[in-house]
């Protein structure tokens, strides 16, 4: 039976991946730090659903903390790693900063090292649709260059790509990057937008609507996410014979190193978001609409291209019938605050 660490297990994809692996006959070690970046008790209710689970086990650990991280490599001896755990968010990163660079890039690190030291046939780890940047050509592909993030998170996570591929080429270690576009859906994280208007709509709060609803996300719901991502599990990265330093394409590698957009590839207008979201919970947001905050974009588009080519598959849940998921989980989490709001 294969072993796979999937690091932020008690996480928002970390979760919905490893119940996914469970349910395919894979053994999981799941790992987590159980920090408080946002409600500890949702993420130790996701923890206990796969506890219930036979083949799978838990380790609380801090990346960042290398002999621990050491340790868990030398114990669990893991097939795969799927590299989910980070400190996530934008705005996050202008009041605590250093959160970023003891997760996302000491953390990576430890992995990296993790994967050098013991024979882990694949490493896929989390990137995200943010290292886009100032990028204003769209769709984004991965193979534009991305050197221009703006927010700290971005440039944590295009770091991790550039370790990534080093590993590959000092190590030969197949690494898979996956940029994610705006998941949301059931188990969803409390300081996304989904989460947070759906919240003070009930509790007949206003919402705070940033760039005035115009801007547009590439949704993606947590469904299509992992079943990307198992896909991609298997397909182990090679070298690209045609790539060539003088033309160096950025998603591929003369190295076992890939790049994968996985996206809804339908942008969505934040407005019209809202508008299915009020349909589904049949009340009508109060909108307090306000100018883009520094770090977010105007658009964010996934060209999905090489994932259909590659394995097969193209995100398809539209924001309808994936808001309408959510609603009902939220419901039935927070079962009491919705009958008193």
């Known amino acids: 039976m294969e072993n796979v660490l999937v690091t932020g297990a008690a996480g928002f994809i970390g979760y919905h991946f490893a119940l996914r692996l469970l349910n395919q006959g894979y053994k999981v070690t799941g790992l987590d730090n159980l920090n408080n970046y946002y409600d500890v008790n949702l993420k130790k209710a996701r923890l206990e659903r796969l506890l219930e689970l036979p083949n799978f086990c838990f380790e609380k650990a801090d990346l960042a903390d290398r002999e621990d991280t050491a340790r868990i490599f030398d114990v669990f ?42 024979v882990v046939k694949h490493l896929v780890y ?14 984004f592909s991965v193979h534009d260059n991305v050197d221009h993030p703006v927010s700290l998170y971005a440039a944590t996570k295009k770091a991790n790509e550039l370790m990534a591929h080093s590993y590959s080429a000092l190590y030969n270690i197949p690494t898979t990057g996956l940029r994610f576009f705006t998941v949301y859906g059931p188990w969803g994280r409390p300081d996304m937008a989904l989460f947070k208007f759906t919240k003070k709509i009930l509790a007949g709060e206003p919402i705070d609507v940033y760039d005035y609803g115009k801007h547009k996300r590439d949704f993606t719901y947590i469904d299509d996410i992992v079943e990307g991502m198992v896909r991609i599990l298997n397909r182990m990265p090679e070298a690209n014979p045609e790539w060539s330093g003088e033309q160096p394409d950025p998603g591929t590698s003369f190295a076992p ?61 539209t924001v309808e019938e994936g808001i309408a998921c959510f609603v009902e989980w939220y419901k039935g989490y927070y079962g009491v605050l919705v009958q008193n709001a």
């Open 77 to 118: 001896k893991p097939y795969y790693v799927v590299h989910l755990a980070a400190q996530a968010g934008v705005r996050y990163g202008f009041e605590n900063p250093h959160a970023y660079a003891d997760s996302n890039l000491t953390g990576f690190l430890n992995i990296l090292e993790g994967c050098r030291h013991n």
């Open 126 to 139: 989390a990137s995200s649709s943010s290292v886009y940047g100032a990028n204003t050509k769209m769709p």
């Open 257 to 317: 190193y890939r790049i994968y957009n996985i996206g809804n590839n339908n942008p969505v207008k934040l407005l019209d978001f809202i508008a299915v979201l009020e349909k589904c919970l049949g009340r009508k947001a109060q909108m307090n609409l306000l100018p883009m905050q520094p770090g977010d974009v105007p658009e964010t588009f996934a060209n999905v291209d090489d994932l259909m080519k590659d394995v097969d598959f193209k995100p398809k849940t």
